[in-house]
């Protein structure tokens, strides 16, 4: 006789704890499992024993370490499996064109990352409430889905802009349009596995990913904080996260505030070792080359220097790329008026404050005094006879505004952004008469000058 024990959601029986905080109850669990999988007249019989859970990191890790058991990982559908199971799903509907846009297999592939339930819930939802499948209603359905899966801890990062909505940054811009050209080509042998985006606050780092995006076309997740206050609750999170991210083809991941989100190698025994675990996990996943193309990793953050070395080599984040405040003033100008765009604020060109070279000002001190012109602007009664415009009020915020005070922190964001770049032409200006020994040493002095 052959014999099968399933065991469903062991994850609540056998959850991951450390030794001294497991419940007895779970104790006694594990001792029979273990004495299960050890029993020779078990292991010489017709008897599989099947522990059913969904991420492996949820698990007891004595259980997960036995010798006497074999993990096997069932991942979410490929295309193939998506079709087929699209095809089964509306074999009973002869006009397939008049509910959906596109064809079968166009729509398998546009639903890769979605569980065979949620496809099934797509299709459902739009037959009851004769809803046509467009290509919005696959975004928007296909989006909340994901997120819902994965219990909000990534985001969708939808852009309607591209790099040509960028100021300055020119030879950023460059390299991020070929890259994103490849990308759209195929050519994912060529790609680099990832960014590393550096600079001071306010260099617009997260909008530069955003025109990316969009101008790759390709789907592009943040993760947001996936981590938990319960033992091997976050690297459960995590481990589902890079499932979602497998069955998505081929996806873009921001990574905004690295520095305070990737992990330490040592972290000491301040969280039980979750962080030294959570930058062994990134690092094993960044760096499969199997993923080149596929899985692109973007991290930004104004302090690379607390990143960890093995994150930010070659081979996991391959092209780090400095952004700095606007050098010159016709740069100065052009970011401006992008600003004044962004912020749907209608200026002329004479109405542009004059920004001379020596001024050090960035976009988000540009994006106050915009914000302060409107303000006074509409503080001003409709029907004044003497109502001013909006460059006279451009002009009295850029007369009262004053530097920010940490002037040495944000020198100090500068030159670690020069001793991390990996290509000389993405430094601007005065940066680039700049070598990464001077960089490191004027980093020490600021430190000292900061604490």
Known sequence: MRVAVIIDYVQYLLPRSEVAYTSAESVETLIRIMDWASDPNINNAYVTTCLIAENLNDLNQQLVENQRSAKI???????????????????????????????????????????????????????????????????????????KSANGRITFVESTRTLDDVAAHTEAKRWMRQDASLMKRGRTKALPMGYLITGRIGTGKTYLVECFAGEAGVPCVELKNFRDKWV?????????????????????????????????????????????????????????????????????????????IDLKRVGRLDVHIPLFAPQTTADKRDLFKALAKKNKVVITEEEIPEFPDSLDIGGNEMEGILIMASRMFELQEDDCPDRKSIGHFVREAMDSYRPMAHSARLEFMDMAAVVECTDKRFLPGKFAQLNADYARTRMDELKTQIS
């Open 73 to 147: 990982q069932i991942g979410l559908p490929g295309s193939v499996e998506v079709l087929n199971f699209v095809k089964a799903a509306t074999s009973e509907i002869k006009d397939f064109s008049a509910l959906c846009d596109i064809d079968r297999e166009s729509l398998a592939q546009k639903l890769e990352g979605l569980s065979c339930i949620d496809v099934q819930n797509l299709i459902e939802r739009a037959i009851k409430n004769n809803r046509r499948i467009s290509m919005d209603y696959l975004r928007d359905v296909k989006k909340e889905m994901i997120e």
């Open 232 to 308: 091997g609750a976050t690297e459960g999170n995590l481990e589902a996260i890079f499932k979602i991210l497998h069955a998505m083809g081929q996806v873009i991941v921001f990574i905004d505030e690295a520095d305070q989100v990737a992990g330490k190698r040592d972290s000491g025994s301040g969280d039980s070792g979750v962080s030294g675990r959570i930058y062994a996990m990134l690092a094993r996943e960044m760096a499969d080359t199997r993923n080149r193309g596929r899985i692109f990793w973007i991290f930004a953050t104004s302090r690379p220097d607390l990143l960890e």
